[in-house]
């Protein structure tokens, strides 16, 4: 047996599947859509570029001087990217092996020319790329340059590519055009004299036929639905991206007129006052974002976002370390809060430098932005997690560490710079709190909301000076000294006078809304520590002489508020119970402290000359009801501690009988008397008294 048959009998082993059908593997898997330009804007922006332009372009162009007549087809309407980084050698190879990412060793970039560049094939059959000093054609059919030929690259050091480049006119005219309109610069002038593009610009001829690669046919409205769909995330385009500050989309139609459809432009600030972190285990800062938008038919929108950056340092979690090493990521969580009192962020999004696409999955229930280098599925849609069929996976376990070791250090940064920014005037308090989780929007998101309420939690134990004083709000309190507010449903106006008396009596009164008033007794780790207003709390500080400094007004609001939680007795002592003439007198246990309250039956004109000892007519329905309760209470089982205290109403109707028969009698006209069997007027009117209760009932 000769040796070539022993080998072929004896050869055995996996082989690689055909160039095309890997790719429409590839395509199968990744999506057709916005996410395409998205991948674009990544890879210039790992290129370091700080511009991206997109060109709709539905120019025709002769087909007359090509390189071969099969690219004929290809002088049609395309898509164009350019972006003003130039590519490397590193990038020439890495664009030509298919799936395979140049940059996988370098923690600093997602990925360029991987499996997310080869989207492109959903548009088109032949990409061409232009940039530094090479012009090239790549062709995964193998029908346009030679058997088995995958493309075709001119150089402009070469004087015989450069000919080529001059003279082939029909050919690179698609090239001169585009050149001239995004960097400014003649196509001979580089030709000839600079020998090389100061930039990249990619060209999509529009698919028109089907192919062996698709048969998604791609004309006009489709590239319009492609820009659409990224101009539903314009604005948070450029958040995280660390050079891209510049996106546009633009269209040139048959005769050459360019529209824009879209400008984006972002400009990081730093403020002086917000240091850069060094601590021992993380590395973070904090910095101003100001993204401008224009688009077509509508006005100019700037928006201004809070970004926080925190970085893992070596050494402080070895699993995270590990994975670091091993899958070349960087163990950094930024996050973007946008700083707009129109309307707060309810559903941030998760971003990998751009944002996932906005399905439930890549939404957190946060008020800011997530952004990190997660490890996502092969068609970049979705975060792994560790899930029964991910349990080992090394993306999945790193993604669980990012968020639970990394996310909280980035979020209590950003909420600490916040902070100092409001004490400053430099942010509105409110700004503040909203970027608070709202645990009522992450309830039914299980993994968001566990990380909410320990990023809660570490934040409340920390007991730094996080609650805004209702007094000055830029002044900042700690927990432990604050009063917080009731979540009660408070009339604007009893809120308003509870305010006022306790900072009158020296309260450190705090302000907050209802989703961080949540946060604190759900999160709080001793929850028995903390202050809050309450009826009992309110009558304590006004016992410390305030009620002499408070308007009739807020008197009253306060009243209605002491007496909400019944507790009668410990209204002993305060000058608060009003009168019809506009006095207040003091709770006690003194004769001469009774106060008359009227009803239908016995309404205040049958006693003329006691109107003074009425409640004004025009208290609050909710008082009147607490003191016609208060004056119940006579005859109800007081604890023995309490007897002599508690301010009460006698309501016996043989009392009340005969106090009413002594103010007729002193009232009567000298010329009245009494009919024979007349008895005196019955009467269901009150006597409010504060005095202790008898002991004889």
Same mark, same amino acid.
């Given at each position: 047996?000769?040796?070539?048959?022993?080998?072929?009998?004896?050869?055995?082993?996996?082989?690689?599947?055909?160039?095309?059908?890997?790719?429409?593997?590839?395509?199968?898997?990744?999506?057709?859509?916005? %996410?395409?330009?998205?991948?674009?804007?990544?890879?210039?922006?790992?290129?370091?570029?700080?511009?991206?332009?997109?060109?709709?372009?539905?120019?025709?162009?002769?087909?007359?001087?090509?390189?071969?007549?099969?690219?004929?087809?290809?002088?049609?309407?395309?898509?164009?990217?350019?972006?003003?980084?130039?590519?490397?050698?590193?990038? +020439? %190879?890495?664009?030509? $092996?298919?799936?395979?990412?140049?940059?996988?060793?370098?923690?600093?970039?997602?990925?360029?020319?991987?499996?997310?560049?080869?989207?492109?094939?959903?548009?088109?059959?032949?990409?061409?790329?232009?940039?530094?000093?090479?012009?090239?054609?790549?062709?995964?059919?193998?029908?346009?340059?030679?058997?088995?030929?995958?493309?075709?690259?001119?150089?402009?050091?070469?004087?015989?590519?450069? #000919?080529?480049?001059?003279?082939?006119?029909?050919?690179?005219?698609?090239?001169?055009?585009?050149?001239?309109?995004?960097?400014?610069?003649?196509?001979?002038?580089?030709?000839?004299?600079?020998?090389?593009?100061?930039?990249?610009?990619?060209?999509?001829?529009?698919?028109? *036929?089907?192919?062996?690669?698709?048969?998604? /046919?791609?004309?006009?409205?489709?590239?319009?639905?492609?820009?659409?769909?990224?101009?539903?995330?314009?604005?948070?385009?450029?958040?995280?991206?660390?050079?891209?500050?510049?996106?546009?989309?633009?269209?040139?139609?048959?005769?050459?007129?360019?529209?824009?459809? =879209?400008?984006?432009?972002? &400009?990081?600030?730093?403020?002086?006052?917000?240091?850069?972190?060094? #601590?021992?285990?993380?590395?973070?800062?904090?910095?101003?974002?100001?993204?401008?938008?224009?688009? *077509?038919?509508?006005?100019?929108?700037?928006?201004?976002?809070?970004?926080?950056? !925190?970085?893992?340092?070596?050494?402080?979690?070895?699993?995270?370390?590990?994975?670091?090493?091993?899958?070349?990521?960087?163990?950094?969580?930024?996050?973007?809060?946008? !700083?707009?009192?129109?309307?707060?962020?309810?559903?941030?999004?998760?971003?990998?430098?751009?944002?996932?696409?906005?399905?439930?999955?890549?939404? $957190?229930?946060?008020?800011?932005?997530?952004?990190? !280098?997660?490890?996502?599925?092969?068609?970049?849609?979705?975060?792994?997690?560790?899930?029964?069929?991910?349990?080992?996976?090394?993306?999945?376990?790193?993604?669980?560490?990012?968020?639970?070791?990394?996310?909280? @250090?980035?979020?209590?940064?950003?909420?600490?710079?916040?902070?100092?920014?409001?004490?400053?005037?430099?942010?509105?308090?409110?700004?503040?709190?909203?970027? +608070?989780?709202?645990?009522?929007?992450?309830?039914?998101?299980?993994?968001?909301?566990?990380?909410?309420?320990?990023?809660?939690?570490?934040?409340?134990?920390?007991?730094?000076?996080?609650? &805004?004083?209702?007094?000055?709000?830029?002044?900042?309190?700690?927990?432990?000294?604050?009063?917080?507010?009731?979540?009660?449903?408070?009339?604007?106006?009893?809120?308003?006078?509870?305010?006022?008396?306790?900072?009158?009596?020296?309260?450190?009164?705090?302000?907050?809304?209802?989703?961080?008033?949540?946060?604190?007794?759900?999160?709080?780790?001793?929850?028995?520590?903390?202050? +809050?207003?309450?009826?009992?709390?309110?009558?304590?500080?006004?016992?410390?002489?305030?009620?002499?400094?408070?308007?009739?007004?807020?008197?009253?609001?306060?009243?209605?508020?002491?007496?909400?939680?019944?507790?009668?007795?410990?209204?002993?002592?305060?000058?608060?119970?009003?009168?019809?003439?506009?006095?207040?007198?003091?709770?006690?246990?003194?004769?001469?402290?009774?106060?008359?309250?009227?009803?239908?039956?016995?309404?205040?004109?049958?006693?003329?000359?006691?109107?003074?000892?009425? /409640?004004?007519?025009? =208290?609050?329905?909710? &008082?009147?009801? @607490?003191?016609?309760?208060?004056?119940?209470?006579?005859?109800?089982?007081?604890?023995?501690?309490?007897?002599?205290?508690?301010?009460?109403?006698?309501?016996?109707?043989?009392?009340?009988?005969?106090?009413?028969? @002594?103010?007729?009698?002193?009232?009567?006209?000298?010329? +009245?008397?009494?009919?024979?069997?007349?008895?005196?007027?019955?009467?269901?009117?009150? !006597?409010?008294?504060?005095?202790?209760?008898?002991?004889?009932?």
């Amino acid at each position: 047996m000769s040796l070539s048959k022993r080998k072929t009998r004896h050869s055995f082993g996996a082989t690689a599947p055909p160039f095309i059908d890997y790719l429409k593997d590839i395509l199968r898997r990744y999506p057709d859509g916005g %996410q395409i330009l998205k991948e674009l804007i990544q890879n210039a922006d790992d290129a370091g570029a700080s511009a991206v332009v997109f060109l709709h372009d539905e120019r025709c162009y002769d087909r007359q001087s090509l390189k071969t007549e099969g690219l004929g087809k290809y002088q049609g309407p395309a898509l164009y990217a350019f972006n003003n980084a130039e590519f490397t050698a590193e990038d +020439w %190879q890495g664009i030509q $092996t298919t799936g395979r990412s140049v940059k996988r060793n370098d923690p600093n970039k997602v990925g360029r020319f991987g499996i997310g560049f080869n989207s492109v094939y959903h548009i088109t059959d032949v990409p061409s790329i232009f940039s530094s000093k090479y012009l090239g054609f790549l062709d995964p059919q193998e029908k346009l340059f030679g058997e088995r030929i995958r493309g075709f690259r001119w150089s402009l050091e070469e004087e015989e590519d450069k #000919e080529t480049l001059l003279n082939l006119q029909d050919q690179f005219q698609p090239f001169r055009d585009v050149v001239k309109l995004v960097s400014g610069q003649r196509w001979k002038d580089i030709i000839q004299e600079e020998k090389h593009f100061k930039g990249t610009l990619f060209r999509f001829p529009l698919r028109s *036929e089907a192919s062996e690669i698709s048969d998604n /046919l791609y004309d006009s409205n489709k590239v319009v639905q492609l820009f659409d769909s990224f101009l539903a995330d314009a604005d948070i385009s450029t958040l995280f991206l660390r050079n891209v500050s510049s996106v546009s989309l633009q269209h040139i139609n048959t005769k050459g007129f360019v529209n824009v459809r =879209l400008a984006v432009t972002s &400009s990081p600030t730093v403020d002086l006052s917000l240091k850069t972190r060094n #601590e021992s285990n993380i590395d973070g800062s904090t910095c101003f974002k100001t993204i401008t938008s224009t688009s *077509e038919g509508k006005k100019q929108t700037k928006t201004k976002w809070l970004l926080t950056t !925190c970085c893992m340092k070596e050494g402080n979690v070895p699993e995270l370390d590990l994975l670091a090493k091993k899958l070349s990521f960087r163990p950094q969580v930024d996050l973007a809060f946008q !700083c707009s009192q129109a309307s707060v962020l309810t559903d941030g999004r998760l971003s990998v430098f751009l944002p996932l696409p906005n399905n439930d999955s890549n939404k $957190t229930g946060y008020p800011v932005h997530v952004n990190a !280098c997660f490890g996502l599925t092969d068609n970049r849609r979705h975060i792994k997690w560790q899930e029964e069929d991910q349990k080992y996976d090394e993306a999945a376990k790193w993604n669980e560490l990012l968020v639970k070791e990394v996310l909280p @250090h980035t979020y209590l940064l950003m909420l600490q710079d916040a902070t100092n920014l409001a004490k400053s005037s430099t942010l509105p308090v409110s700004y503040v709190y909203n970027i +608070w989780p709202d645990l009522s929007q992450t309830k039914h998101k299980d993994k968001w909301h566990g990380i909410a309420e320990d990023i809660l939690q570490r934040l409340l134990k920390q007991n730094t000076a996080i609650f &805004s004083l209702a007094e000055d709000e830029r002044q900042f309190v700690s927990p432990a000294v604050a009063v917080c507010p009731s979540d009660d449903t408070m009339p604007p106006e009893m809120m308003a006078a509870v305010t006022r008396a306790l900072i009158a009596g020296g309260e450190k009164l705090v302000t907050f809304p209802d989703h961080v008033s949540r946060a604190v007794q759900l999160a709080f780790p001793d929850p028995d520590t903390l202050k +809050w207003v309450t009826p009992a709390l309110v009558r304590g500080v006004l016992r410390r002489g305030v009620v002499s400094n408070l308007s009739n007004n807020d008197k009253l609001s306060l009243l209605q508020y002491i007496l909400t939680d019944e507790n009668y007795h410990d209204l002993r002592g305060l000058k608060m119970l009003p009168l019809s003439d506009g006095t207040f007198k003091t709770f006690t246990n003194e004769e001469k402290d009774i106060t008359l309250i009227d009803n239908d039956t016995f309404p205040r004109v049958l006693l003329p000359g006691c109107k003074d000892l009425f /409640l004004p007519d025009d =208290l609050s329905t909710t &008082s009147i009801q @607490h003191l016609k309760q208060l004056a119940a209470t006579k005859n109800l089982a007081v604890h023995p501690g309490l007897a002599n205290r508690r301010p009460y109403v006698t309501m016996p109707a043989q009392d009340l009988h005969i106090r009413l028969l @002594h103010l007729r009698d002193r009232l009567r006209p000298a010329n +009245w008397t009494t009919a024979p069997g007349e008895r005196a007027p019955s009467t269901k009117g009150s !006597c409010v008294a504060a005095r202790a209760p008898s002991t004889q009932g």
